[in-house]
């Protein structure tokens, strides 16, 4: 009789807990949290789990416990976050939240496609690089992680929202007189932002590794009331659906401009920037390792928290050197975000001020200057590790255990 776990809302863990017993598997665990699964897998001895793909269920930790020990995992989706979550932790086997037992025994039991979801779209994944004021980096790190998506051989689109300071079309060596982003957004306020349109406002950085598409920034900073976040959301929405990644570059100001406005329904300034964080699926932070800039960053960061809802937030600490913050930078560092920030498992960028100035002269990415950059490879590492969906990846101890209980349950 095989064993089964669950990670499920109350509602689909009884329904699924009847069926189980109806086909003759064995229950045992019912988990309210992936890291309660975790913790339990080798002690009940499951042999498979099935949980929610919401980040509640499904995680990091619960990903690597069950490789360890050799559990396949079916993630049940009820929305496209849903899909991308477990897409982003390298999880295939999915099916709809409603879907009938059979349907799910066949994931689990075959190594054959998982069951389609109904509807299922495969939008762009957003990334919002944000960070306070002082220059931590943040258009250097939009740049950098689009350059390294592209290598990976997707397709990109790297956008400037920036309503104080859009910097990307000059870093790029790109001309910025009809801003691409500004473009999109009124073509969206009039709902006519398509495929078709992108490609004919978008300027097109080539490189041998992979090229990206961008939609540069406003070039004078009077022109900020034609991103309203209405049509920033309409914007951001139709680069889903034209490219694998979408890459923003922010402003740092998280303010809210009604304390400042005496009109509601006038245009603010920073909504710009608050719309494109609350429709990222994940948020850069990025902050300067140095005293003022980690002073910055932590004030900052609580402020970043409370303006977004459901996003993923990495946190990026850039210029990591040690003339600045003493021995030991990446110790210090790490210590001063956990202590005051509750901050774990940062991203550390190593300053690299030769490379960086190669790029900027030469209005190309690391990636095209200096491949083999300290800084150039941090990124890389930070895209591969925890930006594109982890490759799923069999240990031959899992493989002989997935034997023995397709054996047992079909013999």
């Not at 992936?34 to 995680?59: C, T």
């Not at 400037?160 to 910025?176: N, Q, R």
Request: aromatic share 4%; charged share 25%; glycine share 8%.
């Amino acid at each position: 009789m095989a064993r089964i776990a669950l990670a499920l809302p109350l509602d689909a863990e009884d329904r699924l807990s009847i069926d189980l017993v109806r086909h003759g598997y064995d229950l045992v665990a019912r988990c309210s949290s992936a890291d309660e699964l975790a913790a339990s897998l080798s002690g009940v001895g499951a042999e498979y789990a099935v949980v929610s793909a919401a980040s509640r269920y499904l995680n990091d930790r619960l990903m690597a416990e069950a490789d360890a020990v050799g559990v396949r995992v079916v993630a049940m989706i009820a929305s496209e976050a849903d899909r991308r979550q477990a897409a982003d932790l390298g999880l295939h086997e999915v099916v709809a939240v409603d879907a009938e037992w059979i349907e799910i025994e066949t994931v689990l039991l075959g190594d054959v496609a998982p069951t389609p979801v109904a509807g299922e779209r495969h939008l762009g994944t957003v990334l919002a690089v944000w960070g306070p004021a002082g220059s931590p980096g943040r258009t250097t790190l939009a740049i950098n992680l689009a350059a390294e998506l592209a290598a990976a051989g997707h397709t990109v689109a790297l956008a400037d929202v920036d309503t104080h300071s859009g910097s990307i079309a000059p870093a790029l060596g790109l001309l910025d007189e009809a801003p691409g982003f500004a473009a999109a957004c009124r073509l969206a306020g009039a709902g006519s932002l398509d495929r078709a349109e992108l490609e004919r406002i978008g300027q097109r950085y080539l490189s041998a590794r992979g090229g990206f598409w961008v939609l540069t920034g406003i070039g004078r900073p009077s022109r900020w009331p034609e991103l309203s976040a209405e049509r920033v959301v309409g914007a951001i929405a139709a680069c889903r659906d034209w490219v694998d990644y979408v890459v923003i570059d922010t402003g740092s100001s998280l303010e809210n401009d009604e304390e400042i406005s005496s009109d509601l329904f006038a245009p603010r300034r920073n909504a710009a920037t608050i719309a494109a964080l609350r429709e990222a699926d994940h948020v850069v932070a990025v902050g300067s390792a140095d005293p003022v800039g980690l002073s910055r960053f932590l004030r900052a960061h609580v402020d970043l928290l409370e303006t977004i809802v459901t996003s993923r937030v990495t946190v990026v600490m850039n210029k990591i050197r040690a003339s600045a913050i003493g021995l030991g930078p990446a110790t210090q560092v790490k210590e001063t975000l956990q202590r005051f920030g509750g901050i774990s498992s940062p991203v550390l960028v190593p300053h690299d001020q030769l490379a960086l100035d190669a790029a900027i002269l030469s209005g190309k990415t690391l990636f095209d200057v200096a491949a083999r950059s300290s800084a150039r490879l941090a990124i890389g590492q930070f895209v591969e590790e925890r930006i594109l969906p982890r490759q799923p990846t069999t240990t031959r101890r899992a493989k002989r255990a997935r034997r023995r209980r397709l054996e047992a349950v079909t013999g």
